[in-house]
């Protein structure tokens, strides 16, 4: 889905070393055990093992963790893009679920679709990562609110 | 919102304790630190205490453990009309997140809308609790499938 | 599901007519055939008969149709709480079609949950009448964005 | 958006035939001027001209005449890679408008993202065409359940 989208500048040469660094401020990335791979202007990769503590009772990672992985994707893509000092927040997201929770290891992938000064629509992808296949097992849009101040997302 | 629903009967008397057996294997939940707290046919609540384990950097509630808690009590709330032997798989959900993740604890209400024979629709709320008051803070509707095996969800 | 939401208070005395005569300059309601039939603080409700020229192949009310009466209900639902001279604009609808377009006519019912000051957010329902009976057919989410200016909706 | 997506074959040599008669029978879609552009097995076109009887106060085209049009591509989207005999129904779509609708014409697109046996995963995109120009304006995701008998859509 990557391949024909546009993107778009940064405002912020920054905007990696700020996007990891807001990354590792949040503990509950660090609870579920997932962690920032990839950080472009517009697109962002996090990368969650599949583990124990993140399940729900028939072994496969709960609905709840792979959300939380694909939405702060996309809020860390929409960060990319804002200027210093801003951050975003999110204010909505939809997801759907495609597959089960299945693979060694999940990739959730946000772009940004459409950069506005109040609004960022993203949309963010999760891949189940098997023997180094890769298998889309859910799909979600999500808006981001630009905050003047760094905000929640930051 | 709970008043002028209508609500629908159990088709296993059982409900109330399959419901609270499912949620205890549920290892996500324990690591989030939820417990159920009310299982009622078609309505099911969930608290999560603020903990610091489940934040972002600025101190609230991640939007991903919000979200994780509501979609759980709505498929809960489905599986209570679940016939025994059967169960539920979220395919589905969007939330509106309208106010930060502040306060002493979060309670998740899901409720059935539609009890139908191949998808249930469910409606959840979060509100934030503090000294005794709640305040709504997201809003969610969430598609269920229905598993003739105990599915995802039992 | 009325009964237990929190009413909000209108900023402009005058919404009631400000809602009505924005809903009456919208050609797409007069092409579905809808009107306005409700225009409460915070609650609007519009009415479209079932007729064959909104309607897809097996003789349902389309979808479409549907989803446009309910977005607009929510739309002004958000419009009666505006100050004189701003507007709203709808960035996001979710809806959930629980039944096929079948009745007499159908009701859509918009009502603001969070009135916030960037953005709205409502919950919208479509009933089906049949015989003076109505039956939930479909469930909405909705974000509007308020606007300085008269904005989409006004 | 299109590039990268798998493409799934079809169930039935005549999924073109099929789409565009069935489109044809849509009286909504003639009440909104809205003909099927393109047919691939999972993929499909619909454009909509600007026009009067279409539009909110604003001059815009309305919402809800958007949803309409990027709903029914991907529900053909779907029937396209249906067996003889059966067909698809809208459970739910989520859409997020990203810029007013404005243009000379509107395409909207829908592909199958999942092809499941009970329900179908589909991306929608409308674009504003203006002097040739195509801007991304909307976009939706939404679920299709598949009907053994013809169904909503045929």
Do not use: W
């Not at 391949?3 to 579920?32: C, I, N, V, W």
């Not at 920032?36 to 093992?49: C, F, K, N, Q, S």
Request: overall charge neutral.
């Amino acid at each position: 889905m990557a391949a024909d989208h546009p993107r778009f500048p940064p405002k912020d040469p920054d905007f990696e070393e700020r996007g990891r660094s807001g990354f590792t401020r949040q503990p509950l990335m660090a609870t579920l055990g997932a962690e920032i791979v990839l950080v472009e202007p517009g697109y962002v990769e996090i990368a969650m093992p599949f583990a124990p503590h993140i399940l729900q009772q028939h072994g496969f990672v709960h609905a709840g963790a792979i959300s939380a992985i694909v939405d702060t994707a996309c809020g860390f893509a929409a960060m990319t893009l804002m200027p210093r000092g801003a951050g975003v927040l999110t204010t909505e997201f939809k997801i759907n679920l495609m597959s089960p929770g299945k693979g060694e290891r999940f990739i959730a992938a946000g772009r940004v679709v459409r950069p506005g000064n109040k609004l960022m629509v993203t949309l963010g992808e999760c891949f189940a990562e098997t023997g180094g296949t890769r298998k889309l097992i859910a799909m979600m849009t999500a808006t981001m609110m630009v905050m003047d101040t760094p905000g929640i997302v930051d």
